[in-house]
C-alpha cells in the first residue's frame, strides 16, 4: 500500500441525516485527495460521525473510541468526534480518550478545512450542495434541520439546534441533479421534515414541486413527519403524484393523552387518530409507520393499554419500538416515578410482540393484489431472486429472470414470509 496516500476511515451512527452528511463528508474528502481505507488500519485519519439520541448509541461509540486509542499506540492517525454526540461534548476535551478534535453538527462541512490545517469552527448550520454517492439507486436529500419543539425526553434541540430550512433552489438542484444520475428513489429528510418553511415557501408546495420534477422518474418518500404539522392536504397530493409513496413514517410515541401531554407532543391520540383516519380517506391503500417510545416516567398500564389500542386502530405496517432512556439535559430525566429497567423492558416487549402480530395482519390484507416495487438487489442467500421494495416499503423478493436491478416493475404478491412477500413479476415499467 502507498504509505503517502492520505486515506480515511468513516463511520456512522444514529440517523439518515447523519449518512446524508457522512455522503457529503466523503465527497469532501475524495475531492481533496483522500482515499477511503479498506481497514481501519490503514487510515491516517478516522472520523466518527455520531448519533446522541439513545445512551445505548453513546456507549457503542465510547466502545470504539476505546478502540481507535489503543489503535493510537501503534499506528499514527488523527481521530476525529463529529456529530451529535460531538456536539454534547464539544466543550470538553477528549484527548485522555485519543480524540484529537471534537467538531459539533455545525462545523461537519469544516472537517477539511481542520485536516487541512485552517481549523475552522462555525457557530451556524450549513446544507451540503449533494448528497448523492455514486452507484446509488436510493438518495437522501436534507431540507431542514433542526427542531423547535422540545419534547421534554428529547435531545435533539439541544444538539442540532433551532429549525432551519433549505432554499427550495438548492434542494431541486440537487434533485435534479439525482434524477439526472438514475436515482430511483428520493427521501426527504429533516428532523421535522414537514414544518420545513423557507420565506413564504412550505413543505407541500415544495413538496408537490419536487413531485412534478420526478414524476415517471423516480419515487419520493419524506421523514420524519410531526403529528402537529401534518394536513389532510398532504393527501390529497399523494393521491395527485404516482411519484410521492403511499406510505407515510409519522412517530405517535405513544397512545395516552397523559403521557403525550407530559412528553410536551402537542397533539392528542384522538387528534393523531383523526388524522390518519383523513388521510387514509384522501389516499387509497395508504400505510403508516411510526415511532413508539414505552416505559416514559408514570407510565401505568392503562397507558400502556391506550398505546396498544392505538397500534390496532391505526394498523401500522412497522414500527420502531425503544424504552424510555433518560438524556441529561432534557426535563424527562428529573420527572418523578421514573420506571425499573426490568418494567421498561417487559412492557416494551409487549408492545414489540403486539405490533409484529398487527404488522403481519396489515400485510396479509395485501396478498394477490398486484403493486409496483423498485427492484433493488440480489438476495444475498438466492442469487436466483431479487430483493425489491413496495411503495409502502415492504421487501419483495422476486425472480431473477424476470427484472433487473434499478428497474419499476408490476409485481403480483403472492405469500408473506415474516415480514417479507413474495411475487411474480407481470410486467416492467411504472
Not at 486515506?7 to 447523519?18: A, K, P, S, V
Not at 429549525?163 to 434533485?175: A, C, F, G, K, N
Not at 404488522?359 to 442467500?381: A, C, H, N, P, S
Request: glycine share 6%; aromatic share 8%.
Amino acid at each position: 500500500m502507498d504509505q503517502s496516500v492520505k486515506r480515511y476511515w468513516l463511520e456512522t451512527y444514529g440517523c439518515q441525516m447523519n449518512f446524508a452528511e457522512s455522503n457529503a463528508l466523503e465527497r469532501d474528502l475524495l475531492h481533496h485527495g483522500y482515499m477511503p481505507a479498506k481497514h481501519p488500519e490503514e487510515a491516517s485519519v478516522v472520523i466518527l460521525n455520531t448519533c446522541s439520541v439513545r445512551k445505548t448509541a453513546e456507549d457503542r461509540i465510547w466502545g470504539r473510541l476505546g478502540y481507535f486509542k489503543k489503535m493510537k499506540q501503534s499506528h499514527h492517525l488523527t481521530l476525529v468526534l463529529t456529530g451529535c454526540m460531538g456536539e454534547r461534548l464539544i466543550h470538553q476535551k477528549l484527548s485522555d480518550q485519543g480524540v484529537d478534535v471534537i467538531i459539533g453538527t455545525a462545523g461537519k462541512n469544516h472537517i477539511i478545512s481542520y485536516l487541512t490545517g485552517k481549523d475552522e469552527h462555525l457557530e451556524t448550520y450549513e446544507f451540503n450542495h449533494s448528497h448523492y454517492r455514486e452507484g446509488d439507486l436510493r438518495s437522501f436529500v436534507p431540507i431542514m434541520n433542526g427542531c423547535n419543539n422540545f419534547c421534554s425526553y428529547c435531545i435533539v434541540p439541544y444538539v442540532r439546534g433551532r429549525e432551519i430550512s433549505r432554499s427550495p433552489e438548492d434542494i431541486l438542484q440537487e434533485i435534479d441533479l439525482l434524477t439526472g444520475k438514475g436515482v430511483k428513489e428520493i427521501t426527504l429528510l429533516g428532523q421535522n421534515v414537514n414544518s420545513y418553511a423557507y420565506h413564504e415557501f412550505e413543505f407541500l408546495e415544495l413538496l408537490e414541486e419536487i413531485a412534478r420534477r420526478t414524476e415517471k422518474r423516480s419515487w419520493v418518500r419524506f421523514m420524519s413527519s410531526h403529528p402537529k404539522d401534518i394536513s389532510p392536504e398532504l393527501g390529497d397530493l399523494i393521491s395527485r403524484y404516482d411519484s410521492l409513496c403511499s406510505h407515510i413514517h409519522l412517530p405517535v410515541q405513544h397512545g395516552s393523552d397523559r403521557i403525550l401531554a407530559q412528553m410536551n407532543r402537542k397533539y392528542t391520540r384522538g387528534h393523531y387518530i383523526e388524522m390518519v383516519d383523513a388521510l387514509k380517506r384522501r389516499v387509497d391503500g395508504l400505510t403508516f409507520s411510526t415511532d413508539l417510545l414505552i416505559g416514559f416516567p408514570g407510565e401505568t398500564e392503562q397507558d400502556v393499554e391506550d398505546t396498544l389500542d392505538l397500534m390496532d386502530r391505526v394498523g401500522f405496517t412497522d414500527a420502531f419500538t425503544y424504552y424510555f432512556n433518560p438524556r441529561e439535559g432534557t426535563k424527562a430525566v428529573d420527572l418523578p416515578d421514573q420506571l425499573p429497567h426490568e418494567l421498561k423492558l417487559e412492557r416494551l416487549q409487549r408492545v414489540i410482540d403486539i405490533q409484529r402480530s398487527i404488522q403481519i395482519r396489515e400485510k396479509k390484507k395485501r396478498i394477490g393484489k398486484t403493486e409496483i416495487v423498485l427492484v433493488e438487489d440480489r438476495t444475498k442467500k438466492d442469487h436466483n431472486e431479487l430483493l425489491a421494495r413496495s411503495e409502502h416499503d415492504d421487501m419483495v423478493i422476486i425472480p431473477t429472470s424476470d427484472a433487473a436491478v434499478g428497474e419499476f416493475v408490476q409485481v403480483g404478491l403472492k405469500s408473506l414470509s415474516g415480514s417479507t412477500f413474495r411475487g411474480d413479476v407481470k410486467r416492467c415499467g411504472n
